[in-house]
């Protein structure tokens, strides 16, 4: 069907240039097709000047039957209204394709702008890791995440940021990405007669892997990963099957110097991930209200002046 409407959005695009955009092409068509096929849907003059549409989007059969054929003509639809970039829309076909996404998840993927935030993670895998999973893993890993569903709220603890994705795991699975399931939340691990606890531990099945996620509600500092090294080496232990690969940790910060991250992961044996966490909410308020809005340390400094007096 798909690469049918592109045949006829070409149509189009030959009869309008020789006929000139004067003339009524598009109305035309729409009538003379309907007569011919009656059973046929999706033939009147506003499809018809989507496909239009198309056929000028993609001129190269080729990327239409490879790609964009692999979608539905909805997701297309979506693709043409919301994005201009011909190499962007076709990642995003791609990713729609090989995740399944519906044509809602798929508007969510590039409002959130996905695209420049896929496989930014700052990482050691290309040195910690065989060639083969370095590059996959990476791209599994973004920078920064989006907690929006999270709504208003800003946590300052990590044990409340847990507890508000837990109950959004829906949300915070998607945000993650395809392949990753749910294994627990305060996961325990006994060392050297010593209790640790994992704030979050899933299972990547196309890495087959587990990844440990640790949570901040801070910005990032060069101990957190002797924290995380010590749980991977852990669950590498106790947790580990023989057929799994080695365990990947991902730290999320409130904040993060690029530099002094990459110097606390260079020699490090484990493969570790560290990226940012936000909610966006400033950023989706009007740019004149934006300056206006108090800081968190303001409001706090303003409630302890209310305090003492």
């Known amino acids: 069907m798909i690469l049918l409407y592109w045949d006829i959005g070409r149509l189009i695009l030959e009869r309008q240039e020789k006929e000139g955009w004067g003339a009524k092409v598009i109305d035309r068509l729409s009538t003379g097709l309907r007569e011919a096929y009656p059973d046929m ?58 995740n399944g ?40 890993f973004k920078d920064p995440y989006l907690f929006d569903f999270l709504g208003t709220a800003d946590p300052r603890r990590e044990r409340e940021i847990e507890q508000a994705l837990g109950d959004h795991i829906q949300h915070f699975l998607l945000e993650l990405g395809s392949g990753f399931a749910f294994v627990g939340r305060q996961v325990p691990l006994e060392v050297g007669d010593q209790d640790f606890v994992l704030d979050l531990l899933f299972y990547h099945l196309k890495l087959r892997c587990y990844v440990v996620i640790e949570l901040k509600a801070v910005p990032f500092a ?83 002046d209310i305090d003492e007096a």
């Open 101 to 140: 996404w519906s044509r809602s998840i798929l508007a969510l993927q590039i409002e959130s702008r996905l695209h420049e935030r896929q496989g930014m993670a700052v990482t050691n895998f290309s040195k910690s890791l065989p060639p083969s999973d370095s590059d996959m893993a990476s791209q599994v």
């Open 41 to 98: 849907r999706g033939l009147s003059s506003r499809n018809l000047k989507y496909m239009r549409a198309f056929a000028a989007a993609w001129p190269d059969q080729g990327v239409v039957q490879e790609a964009l054929a692999q979608i539905t003509w909805y997701h297309n639809l979506a693709l043409l209204e919301k994005l201009d970039d011909s190499a962007v829309r076709l990642w995003y076909a791609r990713q729609t394709a090989g």
């Open 222 to 304: 060069p101990t957190f990963v002797g924290q995380l090294n010590l749980y991977l080496s852990a669950v590498d232990d106790l947790l580990r099957h023989p057929d799994d690969k080695p365990t990947i940790g991902l730290l999320l910060c409130r904040d993060k110097n690029r530099l002094i991250v990459e110097y606390a992961l260079r020699d490090l044996n484990k493969p570790i991930g560290v990226a940012e966490w936000e909610t966006r909410l400033v950023e989706q308020l009007p740019d004149n209200l934006k300056g206006s809005l108090p800081t968190v340390e303001e409001i706090e400094a303003e409630l302890g």
